[in-house]
Nanobody, 115 residues
Framework: QVQLVESGGGLVQAGGSLRLSCVASGSIFNFNVMGWYRQAPGNQRELVARIFSGGSTNYADSVKGRFTLSRNDAKNTVYLQMNSVKPEDTAVYYC?????????WGQGTQVTVSS
């Protein structure tokens, strides 16, 4: 069973930076896609960014130019570097991974951006 463990969330001022990490219990090499989603109170969970096995990435329009997704296969870890954060980035951030028909989620990490 794959486990995803997020870390790095917290309280940050608007304009600041934060880096989220997602460590998988096994190799991430054969995941088809890994990424980050977020959910703010009263909102649906939405895609923030994802990276495919070939290395291509997708970003939500709201974070393009501010957030950067990267992966370290040797450490079984995916990172989300969040720069120039805004109060509207406040949410619980979830790590997601997909392998064939299977999908896995982490427990989530809270990010709060103060104005």
């Amino acid at each position: 069973q794959v486990q995803l463990v997020e870390s790095g969330g917290g309280l940050v001022q608007a304009g600041g930076s934060l880096r989220l990490s997602c460590v998988a219990s096994g190799s991430i090499f054969n995941f088809n896609v890994m990424g980050w989603y977020r959910q703010a109170p009263g909102n649906q969970r939405e895609l923030v960014a994802r990276i495919f096995s070939g290395g291509s990435t997708n970003y939500a329009d709201s974070v393009k130019g501010r957030f950067t997704l990267s992966r370290n296969d040797a450490k079984n870890t995916v990172y989300l570097q969040m720069n120039s954060v805004k109060p509207e980035d406040t949410a619980v951030y979830y790590c997601n991974a997909r392998r064939a028909v299977n999908e896995y989620w982490g427990q989530g990490t809270q990010v709060t951006v103060s104005s």
